[in-house]
T-cell receptor, first 112, second 112 residues
Framework: GEDVEQSLFLSVREGDSSVINCTYT??????LYWYKQEPGAGLQLLTY?????DMKQDQRLTVLLNKKDKHLSLRIADTQTGDSAIYFC????????????FGTGTRLQVTL | DVKVTQSSRYLVKRTGEKVFLECVQDMDHENMFWYRQDPGLGLRLIYFSYDVKMKEKGDIPEGYSVSREKKERFSLILESASTNQTSMYLC???????????FGPGTRLLVL
């Protein structure tokens, strides 16, 4: 079955690194995504990783995928107050043609 | 840039009313999706569509129906609104055969 889990809340100080974690249960994932939702807004695609990759870096964002443990993480370097938002991981499965299964979302709070 | 728009940002309706939520995308995307977002539950898929006049049930279709008469427009219908349908509703679209979904800003619906 499909199940994507995240912790609900993370608090970090400005300038520190944030690591948001996600676990999934279905091993037939093809792509895994990170979306960001700012207050009162829709979801914005941050980055994604294909399931045969281990790591992807894009400026301050680093995505790590451990397929054996079914664990995905998003690291934000030099976290800023503008990074405060809810972060969702999502997976798409082989044969489901564009359907995404989302995690519960992690609220990132950045403090001064 | 992909643009997904939703007809209302905020909506207040009474129990038993028929409610229409409209979503329009301007990128000629084949796939369109309706989700609801509730705290601690993440995004749950209500209905999706891969083509005009085509629809498929998502994970929580009960109490909802959809209409896709034109490629760019996907409507979510609450036939008889109930208080447990108070939620944030998000529309998304994606190109056929690709999983990356682009989201609208959301409609926050309150049913009294």
């Amino acid at each position: 079955g499909e199940d994507v889990e995240q912790s609900l809340f993370l608090s970090v100080r400005e300038g520190d690194s944030s690591v948001i974690n996600c676990t999934y249960t279905d091993s037939s994932s093809t792509y895994l995504y990170w979306y960001k939702q700012e207050p009162g807004a829709g979801l914005q695609l941050l980055t994604y990783i294909f399931s045969n990759m281990d790591m992807k870096q894009d400026q301050r964002l680093t995505v790590l995928l451990n397929k054996k443990d079914k664990h995905l993480s998003l690291r934000i370097a030099d976290t800023q107050t503008g990074d405060s938002a809810i972060y969702f991981c999502a997976e798409t499965l082989t044969g489901t043609a564009s359907k995404l299964t989302f995690g519960t979302g992690t609220r990132l709070q950045v403090t001064l | 840039d992909v643009k997904v728009t939703q007809s209302s940002r905020y909506l207040v309706k009474r129990t038993g009313e028929k409610v229409f939520l409209e979503c329009v995308q301007d990128m000629d995307h084949e796939n369109m999706f309706w989700y609801r977002q509730d705290p601690g539950l993440g995004l749950r898929l209500i209905y999706f569509s891969y083509d005009v006049k085509m629809k498929e049930k998502g994970d929580i279709p009960e109490g909802y129906s959809v209409s896709r008469e034109k490629k760019e427009r996907f409507s979510l219908i609450l036939e008889s609104a109930s208080t447990n349908q108070t939620s944030m509703y998000l529309c998304a679209s994606s190109r056929g055969g690709q999983e990356t979904q682009y989201f609208g800003p959301g409609t926050r619906l309150l049913v009294l």
